[in-house]
T-cell receptor, first 115, second 113 residues
């Protein structure tokens, strides 16, 4: 059983560009959350998707947007990239019975570098 | 607002000696607390969770944590460190809205032979 898979694993972009990161949740999971982990810091919550709707959002600007597809996979889009967007982006999924995120499963992340 | 503070950015121990990773929390209500571990190039893994059922929580790989309300602490311990325990450890509290997790800055655990 595959866990949470993210693609690509690494990405290099330049300032002002746009990027799309992808996440496939663990089988049977319907909720996807995205986190940003800057170097030397703990992950920060970006937003969560459930039933193709954004359920909760952290303190991130509108340049960060997302989408969830009917098969529960998700995309994170970042527009007008800034140098400060360089980070590891983590996707996490959870089971329908774990709406309080007590059993989050994380992917290995996408390392985004903005030059 | 909920928050956690990890008191040590780096802890070094010898193999076979005890591990103590310290975490203090701030919460306006009874918190849900977690410890996660992050090995290089691997996803975050849940070690253990506290959700008010018992103050002493046992997790995977011999780790445990004790919730102390009077001290607002949730320290992670292990009686005997193993080389494979070397990793980044995060103390986490569930956010007020119930969905977001709020992570501490992490503690890097180094284990020497």
């Amino acid at each position: 059983d595959a866990g949470v898979t993210q693609s690509p694993t690494h990405l290099i972009k330049t300032r002002g560009q746009q990027v799309t990161l992808r996440c496939s949740p663990k089988s049977g999971h319907d909720t996807v959350s995205w986190y940003q982990q800057a170097l030397g810091q703990g992950p920060q919550f970006i937003f969560q998707y459930y039933e193709e709707e954004e359920r909760q959002r952290g303190n991130f600007p509108d340049r960060f947007s997302g989408h969830q597809f009917p098969n529960y996979s998700s995309e994170l889009n970042v527009n007008a990239l800034l140098l400060g967007d360089s980070a590891l982006y983590l996707c996490a999924s959870s089971h329908p019975e774990s709406s309080t995120n007590e059993k989050l499963f994380f992917g290995s992340g996408t390392q985004l570098s903005v030059l | 607002a909920q928050s956690v503070t990890q008191l040590d950015s780096h802890v070094s121990v010898s193999e076979g000696t005890p591990v103590l990773l310290r975490c203090n929390y701030s919460s306006s209500y009874s918190p849900s607390l977690f410890w996660y571990v992050q090995h290089p190039n691997k996803g975050l893994q849940l070690l253990l969770k506290y959700t008010s059922a018992a103050t002493l929580v046992k997790g995977i790989n011999g780790f445990e944590a004790e919730f102390k309300k009077s001290e607002t602490s949730f320290h992670l311990t292990k009686p005997s460190a193993h080389m494979s325990d070397a990793a980044e450890y995060f103390c986490v509290v569930r956010g007020q809205a119930g969905t977001a997790l709020i992570f501490g800055k992490g503690t890097t655990l180094s284990v020497s032979s």
